[in-house]
C-alpha cells in the first residue's frame, strides 16, 4: 500500500476545545488558547484584538492544515494523473463540500472558489451582468455598501448603460425598506445588497429583500463578507441568487473565498476569465467551457488555502454558529452599554438589528488618532472610512472608530478598550467630563 494512503485523506479536525466545547454559551478565553497569536504581546501587553471586520485571527487547526497539505498533499488538482494530483484533488472538493454545508447551498456545484468577496462579487459583476444588462435596467445597491460591492457595479454600468439606484439609510444606520420597494420596478434586474454592515455592524432583512425583489423579477446578490463568521447563514432559506464570503473573515487563510450562485443561474452564465481548468475543448477556432464552477475557476487556484479554508468551516461548525452568534450578541450589548456611558462617544449604527461591530466617533479626536493611541495600549482596532466611503458621507463624518468582535473576544477585551479610551480621552485635554 502507498504509504501516503495512510497519511490522507483525513478531513483537518477541528482543535480540541472547540470539538470538546459543549452544548451552551460558549467560553472565549477556552478558545482563545486555539489561537497561537492571541499569546503573543504587542508593544509589551496582552493583545486585545478587535479588527476581526478587517480579519479575524487563525485557530491552530488551520493553520496546521495548511501547513500539512504542503508536508504531505501538495499537488495541482484536476489535471494530474498521478496518486498525489488525485488525493490534492479531493483535498479541495471536500472543502467545496464544506462550503456548501456552511451555507446549506442544494449542491456543492454551486459553490466557485475566488480569491474572497471581492473577487465573487467581480465574478457576478463580469459574468452575469455583462451578459444580462443593457441600457435603462437598473442594478439596487444600498447606501451602506462596502467598496467592493459598488465600483464593480458602476464599472459594468458604464460598460452596459445600466443605472445604479441606492437604498437610503435612516440616522440609526437601518435601511429604509419603503424607499427598497418603491425602487424595485420592472427595470430592475438585480439587487446587490450587504448581509452585515462592516462600517455599521447593521444586519439587513435579506430574505424579505429576496422576497421583494424576486416579485419585481429581480435577481439578488448578498455580500456575506460580515455575515459567515457571525451566525448561521442559510442561502435556501434566505432564497438568495448569489452569495459571497471570504475565508479570512472566518478563521480561514486570505486569498481565498467562495461564490454560491444558484445552479441554473451559473450553468447559463459565460466565463469571466480564461485559462487552463475552465475549458473542455480549445482549438484555435474556438473553446468550450466546462460546467460550473470549473468554468469560473481558470488557472491554478489558492488549493492549501481551499483545505484550510474547509478546516475553518469545520472548526466554526464544531463550536455551532448560534453558539457563536449569542456569545458576540451578548458582548455587542454589554459593550454598547459600556461605550454609552463614555461621555463624548458616539456610536454610528444603532440599528434594532446588529452583529458584533461597534463603530463610534469620540469628540475632539480623530479617529485616527484614537486608534493609534489604542494600538500603544495593545488595542487594535481599526479607524477610518473602512472601505465603506457612502457611509461616512451619509453620517457627515471623515471615519469611525470600530471594533468588531469574534468568538475569542470577551468583556475583559471591552474594558480593555474603554479604558484605552478614557486614556485617550486625558491626553486630549480630559474630554471626560
Ligand atoms: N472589509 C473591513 O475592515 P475582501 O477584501 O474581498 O476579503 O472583502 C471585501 C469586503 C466586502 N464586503 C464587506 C462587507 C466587507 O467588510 C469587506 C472587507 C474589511 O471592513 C476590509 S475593508
Known amino acids: 500500500m502507498n504509504a501516503l494512503a495512510t497519511v490522507v485523506p483525513t478531513p483537518p479536525a477541528a482543535s480540541g476545545s472547540a470539538a470538546a466545547a459543549a452544548k451552551g ?83 456543492a456545484d454551486e459553490i466557485v472558489f475566488t480569491r474572497g468577496t471581492t473577487e465573487a462579487i467581480n465574478l457576478v459583476a463580469y459574468s452575469w451582468g455583462r451578459a444580462n444588462l443593457k441600457a435603462g435596467d437598473e442594478v439596487v445597491l444600498t447606501g451602506m455598501e462596502h467598496h467592493s460591492n459598488i465600483v464593480p457595479w458602476q464599472l459594468v454600468c458604464e460598460q452596459t448603460g445600466a443605472v445604479l439606484k441606492v437604498v437610503p439609510i435612516t440616522d440609526r444606520g437601518e435601511l429604509r425598506l419603503d424607499a427598497y420597494e418603491s425602487l424595485l420596478g420592472p427595470r430592475t434586474r438585480l439587487v446587490s445588497v450587504v448581509h452585515v454592515s462592516n462600517a455599521l455592524g447593521t444586519v439587513n ?39 459571497a464570503l471570504s475565508g479570512h473573515k472566518l478563521y480561514g487563510p486570505t486569498g481565498i473565498g467562495a461564490l454560491y450562485g444558484r445552479r441554473e443561474l451559473l450553468a447559463a452564465m459565460p466565463p469571466w476569465q480564461g485559462g487552463g481548468d475552465m475549458i473542455r475543448t480549445v482549438s484555435f477556432e474556438g473553446s468550450t467551457w466546462a460546467d460550473a464552477p470549473q468554468r469560473f475557476e481558470a488557472g491554478t487556484p489558492n488549493i492549501a488555502g481551499a483545505v484550510a479554508l474547509g478546516a475553518a468551516i469545520d472548526y466554526v461548525m464544531a463550536i455551532g454558529l448560534d453558539r457563536i452568534a449569542e456569545h458576540e450578541h451578548r458582548l455587542l450589548a454589554h459593550a454598547t452599554e459600556a461605550a454609552q456611558r463614555i461621555p463624548g462617544l458616539r456610536l454610528i449604527g444603532t440599528a434594532a438589528e446588529k452583529a458584533g461591530i461597534l463603530s463610534f466617533v469620540v469628540d475632539g479626536i480623530h479617529p485616527h488618532d484614537l486608534g493609534t493611541i ?42 480593555a478598550l474603554v479604558a484605552a479610551i478614557g486614556k485617550a480621552q486625558q491626553m486630549f485635554g480630559g474630554a471626560r467630563r
Not at 504542503?70 to 467545496?96: F, K, M, P
Not at 463578507?225 to 442561502?235: F, N, T
Not at 488595542?379 to 471623515?398: K, S
Request: include cysteine; glycine fraction near 6%.
Open 25 to 107: 454559551a460558549l467560553v472565549a478565553a477556552d478558545l482563545a488558547r486555539d489561537f497561537p497569536i492571541l499569546s503573543r504581546p504587542v508593544r509589551g501587553r496582552r493583545l486585545v484584538y478587535l479588527d476581526n471586520g478587517a480579519t479575524t485571527q487563525k485557530p491552530e487547526a488551520v493553520i496546521e492544515a495548511e501547513r500539512r497539505f504542503y508536508r504531505e498533499s501538495n499537488a495541482n488538482i484536476h489535471r494530474g494523473v498521478h496518486w498525489l494530483s488525485q488525493h490534492a484533488t479531493d483535498l479541495y472538493e471536500q472543502a467545496r463540500e464544506r462550503v456548501r454545508r456552511l451555507l446549506n447551498a442544494a449542491s
Open 374 to 415: 489604542l494600538d500603544a495600549e495593545g488595542v487594535a482596532i481599526r479607524a477610518g472610512h473602512h472601505c465603506a466611503m457612502p457611509v461616512m458621507t451619509r453620517f457627515g463624518i471623515p471615519g469611525t472608530a470600530r471594533a468588531s468582535f469574534a468568538l475569542y473576544n470577551d468583556e475583559a477585551d471591552v474594558a
Open 205 to 243: 432583512p435579506v430574505a424579505r429583500m429576496v422576497e421583494l425583489a424576486h416579485a419585481a423579477g429581480a435577481k439578488v446578490l448578498v455580500d456575506g463578507a460580515q455575515a459567515v463568521a457571525h451566525q448561521p447563514v442559510d442561502v435556501q432559506a434566505l432564497g438568495c441568487d448569489f452569495y
